[in-house]
């Protein structure tokens, strides 16, 4: 934990060295850097490391251990204490601490409803659990080298040979790159592009995730309206036709489910020919759509090399794993390859390695069909669950898009939701501010316990109308 004590020594300062020393342990503990239980250095490191005498740093771990901070023990060295006696003056934990609001429900926990994770049933985890076990004994044996920053050849091979039969892709594995998911495949991708400053289309609604990374990639977003062919390819080329880029989910619309129709796809590649823009494929779902066998990728029908496609294995095993692809075009693989040498994040070859294995002997697929027929049983328990508290709901994708009087605030209700255990998500967010917004929850169908659907269905029910209650003007009630 060396790394976490960033104290700097002050010779000239009025405090003494051992003061110092303490209060850099004290901020340390404070900001969180060294949590309860965290092991510090011993004296004699820390001596070395900060070039004090040892008898400077064990009179400063001896006034913390007066002051019950830290504890120390011969067989467990010196640790934070598991409660550290409060003091007056700390400060209050940091903002940068809590995530956003937008993102709390990735990071509160499995609760039903949940968006954007799968399901536990049905998942073969002990198998899972051995193949990784396996790839890494394999991973500690091997000489210590750096991995390819493309990725595993063995699992870039296996990506692509999926691709070819489940997306219609046909791609070398020396087009796949790997990428620290769904956000590292597209930040990966906006690098290499280098568009600034220029306009993309941005699905309306569309995953607000991506909103924010194309503003942070300095691209100016133009809300491009959604209806049931999928995104509006005429309404864009009238907004912004000489955008340098489209972000979209042609597979199933995120979050609304529609599928892009064939004649909206040419006609979104002849602009994309015609003006020299890209084509992001978001391929968040893959295969992995329920009402129909799954829709070709758009990648399939470019001829000309304007679609970089964008897969993850988020929704389909764990979003844990942090693996997502990138397919780029043939022109494009000498450019990615730089940009993944010197600034790609692809996750540690051990998984790579357990992954490829997964699918090289067709655990992968199996898995695919078991979650498809486990999650389409779930989606239409969900919407008749909804429908029989008299909402309106359709399945769009992994999710139930339930629609809300437009007086009641979703957001609202999704974190009374959180509250009492469930784990809607707003819809309004997922529109382009400034544009006509719907009041709605999207519905995780993966996390569905069927078992208690009937009574969260019906507590969300409840807690709708009491919000409902509340945002009601005086002069209604």
Known sequence: MASALRIRIDRSAPATLTEQIRAGVLAAIDSGALAPGARLP?????????????????????????????????????RVADHPASRAGVAPQSEADTPPALYQHLFGGAAMFQMG??????????????????????????????????????FRREIAAHLALARGIECRPSQVFITAGFAGALGLALRVLSVEGREAWMENPGFFQSRKALELARLVPVPVPVDDEGVDVPRGIELAPAAALALVTPGQQAPLGATLSLARRVELLAWAVRTGAWILEDDYLGEL?????????????????????????????????????????????????????????????????????FMREGHYMRHLRRMKRIYSAKSHALQAALEANGYRAHIGGLGAVMYLPDHVPDIDVAREARVHGLAPVPLSP????????????????????????????????????????????????
Not at 43 to 67: C, F, I, P, S
Not at 125 to 152: K, M, Q, V
């Open 430 to 477: 997922w529109f382009s501010p400034g544009t006509t917004h719907r009041s709605g929850l999207l519905l995780g169908v993966a996390t569905v316990d069927e078992a208690r659907l009937a009574t969260a269905c019906s507590q969300l029910h409840r807690l709708i109308e009491d919000v409902a209650l509340k945002a009601r003007p005086r002069s209604s009630r």
């Open 117 to 154: 994770v799968p399901g536990s049933d049905g998942f073969p985890a002990s198998l899972l659990a051995r193949l990784r076990a396996h790839a890494a004994r394999a991973e500690t044996a091997a000489p210590a080298l750096y991995p390819d920053p493309r990725g595993e050849i063995e």
């Open 289 to 357: 759509q329920l009402e129909r066998r799954a829709a070709p990728a758009l990648a399939s029908l470019d001829r000309e090399g304007r679609v970089i496609h964008m897969g993850s294995f988020s929704k389909t095993i764990s979003p844990a794993l942090r693996l997502g692809f990138i397919v780029a075009p043939a022109g494009l693989v000498s450019a990615f390859t730089q940009a993944a040498l010197y600034f790609g994040s692809a996750p540690g070859p051990a998984i790579q390695h357990a992954i490829a294995d």
């Open 42 to 78: 011993s004296w004699l490191a820390l001596a070395a490391q900060l070039g004090v005498a040892r008898g400077t740093v064990k009179a400063a771990y001896e006034r913390l251990a007066d002051e019950q901070v830290i504890v120390s023990s011969r067989p467990g060295g010196t």
